[in-house]
């Protein structure tokens, strides 16, 4: 039976799910998708209270704790941890954290938030995961929890099995919900590219009809985030740098005339001020 044009069937979303390949929300993935770029950006990220408030760290304690997840004693691996923000507030809740995240810089930085007295809740480790082997590591249903938020790395359908797989419990992520506000990557895309960036994230959209179809019922919430940032041009050339040589043909050395031009003309005594705005969704699904 041919189930390519039934919604409730999970061929019908895999087939979405492909079709996000070669769009412009699919080059922007590649951009965020690798270790250099979070390198890169590990110097800023998180540093602004703003920023940090937009993790909504509270609203996604209390959304385990309502679905009778007691994160007392609870075995979670966070699928690119960034910071350590969510991994050290669930340690701080109780539970015993394997953070995992493909960025040696955002890893140090983890390793710096991380207080002393939580230090043996909260176990670093460096892996890609898309070529992580849960079998290898012992890791098939290892876990009571698993998440990625925010995170590159469940990027394809066989990612998120393998994600699924590690759970007895539960799994979480959060993604983009929806086009982002980000100027100066609109601006850039625009100059080395050729055209107006069409940036129109689905994947957790595509993501939640495909977990529906598969006989899971995820929970999803919103949120609408903002915040400002100011870094110095030399930080903004490196991330952007990282993000464009993934995504354009163009010699590393004409990428790096274009974008140091470009953020000399916006900047104000050798910083730039950014502004990112969006909505995000979060999803939590019980197997």
């Known amino acids: 039976m041919d189930n390519s044009n039934d919604i409730f069937s999970t061929a019908f979303w895999l087939d979405q799910w492909s079709r996000i390949d070669g769009q412009d929300s699919s080059n922007v993935h590649k951009g965020f998708s690798t270790p250099e770029f979070w390198d890169r950006a590990s110097t ?3 540093r602004g209270s703003d920023e940090v408030a937009c993790r909504r760290i509270d609203k996604v304690i209390d959304l385990f704790q309502r679905n009778d997840l007691n994160l007392e004693q609870m075995e979670i691996l966070d699928i690119g941890c960034g910071t350590g923000l969510l991994a050290t507030a669930l340690a701080r809740k109780g539970a015993r954290v394997t953070a995992v995240d493909f960025s040696q810089g955002m890893l140090d930085r983890c390793r710096e938030n991380i207080p002393k007295e939580l230090e043996d809740r909260v176990k670093l480790i460096g892996m890609d995961w898309q070529n992580a082997d849960i079998d290898a590591l012992g890791w ?4 009571d929890l698993t998440i990625a938020f925010m995170s590159p790395a469940v990027s394809t359908p066989h990612a998120l099995d393998k994600m699924m797989a590690t759970s ?3 799994c979480a992520m959060r993604g983009w919900g929806g086009k982002r506000h980000h100027p100066i990557l609109d601006d850039l895309w625009g100059r080395i590219m050729g055209q107006p ?3 129109k994230p689905q994947s957790l959209l595509v993501k939640f009809n495909l977990l529906v179809a598969m006989g899971f019922f995820p929970e999803l919430s919103w ?3 903002s915040w400002d940032q100011t870094v110095t041009v030399e930080e903004e050339l490196k991330s952007r740098l990282a993000f464009f040589k993934k995504v354009s043909d163009q010699p590393e050395s004409e990428l790096r005339k274009t ?3 470009y953020l000399d003309s916006i900047a104000e005594n050798g910083s730039i001020f950014k502004h ?6 979060t999803l939590l699904w019980q197997l």
């Open 44 to 46: 800023s990220y998180d």
């Open 223 to 225: 949120d609408t985030i």
């Open 140 to 143: 098939r249903q290892r876990f």
């Open 259 to 261: 974008i140091l031009g």
């Open 168 to 170: 007895k419990t539960a």
């Open 276 to 281: 990112q705005a969006g909505t995000t969704g």
């Open 197 to 199: 960036l069409d940036d």
